[in-house]
């Protein structure tokens, strides 16, 4: 059974273009979580969906920033218009239910804004 | 709201010691805490995951206690090794209705143990 899988697991982009971070989910997990580690920080909750759903976006900036998890395909964190400051590593995690299963996280993926 | 504190944030001993890790939470209604480590630019690997309703949880030298009262948990480990050399983070869930599985992490104590 393979892990989260995300990809890019690098990716460089510069000022002001999209950055779109992929995410599958361990199989037969329909709760995905997205998490931001941003440089000598801990990781911060950005945002949960379930399927086709988005549950909670309350850690997730108001602009610039979206999610999805489709009903087919891995769910997409995207990053509109690139600032600096949106260099960080993000973490995807993944869940079979809402509340007691515990949270499998990917490798990230590592964003560089130049 | 929910916070979380980890001491110390950075630890360097011999191989060999035993040690303790330190987290504390300021609210406590929550439905788990969970202990991970990282390792340099690497994810996060589940250590150990103790209901509230629990008071430790043991994984080969690892042993991970809660006391949810006064908001604290410890992370043990029994004759750290080189390979312990990582970040360790340890993260709360809430409970009741407010639990969507969000975890709430700390900083993070990064370890180094030398041969």
């Known amino acids: 059974n393979a892990g989260v899988m995300q990809n890019p697991r690098h990716l460089v982009r510069r000022r002001g273009q999209e950055a779109r971070l992929r995410c599958s989910p361990m199989?037969?997990?329909?709760?995905v979580y997205w998490y931001r580690q941003l440089p000598e920080e801990g990781l911060k909750f950005m945002v949960y969906?379930?399927?086709?759903?988005?549950?909670?976006e309350s850690g997730m900036p108001k602009e610039r920033f979206s999610a999805e998890f489709p009903k087919e395909g891995p769910s997409i964190l995207r990053i509109q218009q690139v600032v600096r400051g949106d260099s960080a590593a993000y973490f995807c995690?993944?869940?079979?239910?809402?509340?007691?299963?515990?949270?499998?996280f990917g490798n990230g993926t590592r964003l560089t804004v130049t | 709201k929910q916070e979380v504190t980890q001491i110390p944030a950075a630890l360097s001993v011999p191989e060999g010691e035993n040690l303790v890790l330190n987290c504390s939470f300021t609210d406590s209604a929550i439905y788990n805490l969970q202990w991970f480590r990282q390792d340099p630019g690497k994810g996060l690997t589940s250590l150990l995951l103790?209901?509230?309703?629990?008071r430790e949880q043991t994984s080969g030298r690892l042993n991970a206690s809660l006391d949810k009262s006064s908001g604290r948990s410890t992370l043990y480990i029994a004759a750290s090794q080189p390979g312990d050399s990582a970040t360790y983070l340890c993260a709360v869930r809430r409970d009741g209705s407010g639990n969507t599985g969000k975890l709430i992490f700390g900083q993070g104590t990064t370890l180094q143990v030398k041969p």
């Open positions: 103790i209901q509230s309703s629990q």
């Open positions: 995690a993944s869940s079979p239910d809402r509340a007691a299963s515990p949270l499998h």
């Open positions: 199989k037969g997990h329909s709760h």
């Open positions: 969906l379930q399927k086709e759903n988005i549950i909670d």
